[in-house]
């Protein structure tokens, strides 16, 4: 039998709605089952569960259940899963001043996972706080939340002897942009445990110093793609003009680079332009004012410039080089880092598409 198109879309209809309505059921039983919930094992569960819905709707049965929840590991899952909805920051913070160490620890490690501002004093503290684990968490906190004057916080944390704790720190002296702290952070850059390289460079692009940069620029041929990326990526914290001719120039003496793709995402969050060129002379190569080489010398360019492609003029022009060869190609209209705008001779360049590849 054959069904016609609007039974067949009335069936989907019906399908769908029927769908929505069991989720819908479905989602409300965790309300329910907290209520029902025969025993204190039961309860965690649901709360559990809750958490990991992230569904805000059941935000206040796991505050009251904070609140007012008979044990200590009832209220300690809890303050977990509010963690998990970024959500409860009052009651949190109230927990963990007036309840036990089992809650104390869930609900500062859940404010720390939020990583609200108005809980930056409450971390501070808890840093400082007898019990490990507290301690730990503060600096998880303040490594979102923190100022500058938290730098010699951080850098205490890098001595101790927990590695998340220590991570969180580095990346924290790079969120309140301590570049003072940078000695004891660069260390972390050529450790053997990649989790920590990739946070230093983290840090070593937040922080936008001269001494960090070279740290990245090391970094960007590592044959770890991890790391390479993380070093292209950190770039991006810098001034384009800055660290823009690196990343053209790794292009073109790494064309085969696995990470060449992070290096143009990176180019393209600088906002660099289309395509650049790089000087490729053993002294110097004199930018002209007009596409001729009897035209008037505006600057001369290093060996290894890098300037900003502007345009190639439509015919090509046959030069004599220093040898008395006669060279024949464009002459590219180009502008300097400082503004300066004039014409290059194409065979004493490379020309590079920052999106892609060698232009030639």
Same mark, same amino acid.
């Given at each position: 039998?054959?069904?016609?198109?609007?039974?067949?879309?009335?069936?989907?209809?019906?399908?769908?709605?029927?769908?929505?309505?069991?989720?819908?059921?479905?989602?409300?039983?965790?309300?329910?089952?907290?209520?029902?919930a025969?025993?204190?094992?039961?309860?965690?569960?649901?709360?559990?569960?809750m958490?990991?819905?992230?569904?805000?709707?059941?935000?206040?049965?796991?505050?009251?259940?904070?609140?007012?929840?008979?044990?200590?590991?009832?209220?300690?899952?809890?303050?977990?899963?509010?963690?998990?909805?970024?959500?409860?920051?009052?009651?949190?913070?109230?927990?963990?001043?007036?309840?036990?160490?089992?809650?104390?620890?869930?609900? *500062?490690?859940? !404010?720390?996972?939020? /990583?609200?501002?108005?809980?930056? $004093?409450? #971390?501070? @503290? +808890?840093?400082?706080? &007898?019990?490990?684990?507290?301690r730990?968490?503060? *600096?998880?906190? !303040?490594?979102k939340t /923190?100022?500058?004057?938290?730098? $010699?916080? #951080?850098? @205490? +944390?890098?001595?101790? &002897?927990?590695?998340?704790?220590?991570?969180?720190? *580095?990346?924290?002296?790079?969120?309140?942009?301590?570049?003072?702290?940078?000695?004891?952070?660069?260390?972390?850059?050529?450790?053997?445990?990649?989790?920590?390289?990739?946070?230093?460079?983290?840090?070593?692009?937040k922080?936008?110093?001269?001494?960090?940069?070279?740290?990245?620029?090391?970094?960007m041929?590592?044959?770890?793609?991890?790391?390479?990326?993380?070093?292209?990526?950190?770039?991006?914290?810098?001034?384009?003009?800055?660290?823009?001719?690196?990343?053209?120039?790794?292009?073109?003496?790494?064309?085969?680079?696995?990470?060449?793709?992070?290096?143009?995402?990176?180019?393209?969050?600088?906002?660099?332009?289309?395509?650049?060129?790089?000087?490729?002379?053993?002294?110097?190569?004199?930018?002209?004012?007009?596409?001729?080489?009897?035209?008037?010398?505006?600057?001369?360019?290093?060996?290894?410039?890098?300037?900003?492609?502007?345009?190639?003029?439509?015919?090509k022009y046959?030069?004599?080089?220093?040898?008395?060869?006669?060279?024949?190609?464009?002459?590219?209209?180009?502008?300097?880092?400082?503004?300066?705008?004039?014409?290059?001779?194409?065979?004493?360049?490379?020309?590079?598409?920052?999106?892609?590849?060698?232009?030639?």
């Open positions: 039998m054959n069904i016609s198109r609007g039974e067949k879309i009335l069936k989907t209809f019906i399908a769908a709605i029927s769908f929505l309505m069991v989720a819908t059921l479905y989602a409300g039983d965790l309300k329910d089952d907290l209520k029902n025969s025993d204190d094992s039961a309860k965690i569960s649901v709360v559990e569960s958490g990991n819905t992230k569904e805000q709707k059941y935000q206040k049965p796991l505050i009251d259940t904070l609140t007012n929840g008979e044990s200590s590991k009832l209220r300690a899952a809890a303050a977990t899963a509010l963690g998990k909805m970024n959500a409860g920051i009052n009651e949190l913070q109230k927990a963990y001043e007036t309840d036990d160490v089992y809650v104390r620890e869930a609900s *500062i490690d859940a !404010l720390a996972e939020i /990583g609200n501002a108005k809980s930056q $004093s409450t #971390f501070e @503290n +808890a840093t400082k706080d &007898k019990n490990e684990k507290i730990f968490s503060g *600096i998880k906190g !303040l490594s /923190g100022r500058i004057g938290n730098a $010699s916080i #951080f850098r @205490n +944390a890098l001595e101790w &002897k927990d590695k998340t704790t220590q991570i969180y720190a *580095i990346r924290g002296i790079g969120n309140i942009n301590a570049y003072n702290e940078w000695n004891y952070v660069k260390p972390f850059c050529n450790n053997a445990d990649k989790d920590f390289v990739l946070a230093c460079l983290y840090t070593a692009g922080i936008q110093y001269t001494e960090a940069l070279n740290t990245i620029e090391k970094h041929a590592s044959p770890d793609s991890d790391i390479s990326k993380a070093a292209f990526e950190a770039t991006s914290f810098y001034k384009p003009q800055v660290v823009i001719p690196t990343l053209i120039r790794f292009k073109r003496d790494n064309p085969t680079h696995p990470s060449l793709e992070a290096l143009s995402a990176t180019l393209k969050k600088l906002k660099a332009a289309k395509q650049y060129a790089i000087v490729k002379v053993s002294d110097k190569l004199n930018l002209r004012s007009k596409a001729n080489e009897r035209s008037e010398i505006v600057i001369s360019l290093k060996a290894n410039s890098v300037v900003e492609v502007l345009g190639h003029e439509s015919r046959i030069i004599s080089n220093s040898a008395g060869e006669e060279i024949e190609d464009f002459w590219y209209q180009v502008k300097t880092e400082d503004g300066k705008k004039g014409f290059l001779f194409g065979s004493y360049l490379d020309v590079i598409n920052s999106n892609s590849g060698l232009n030639q």
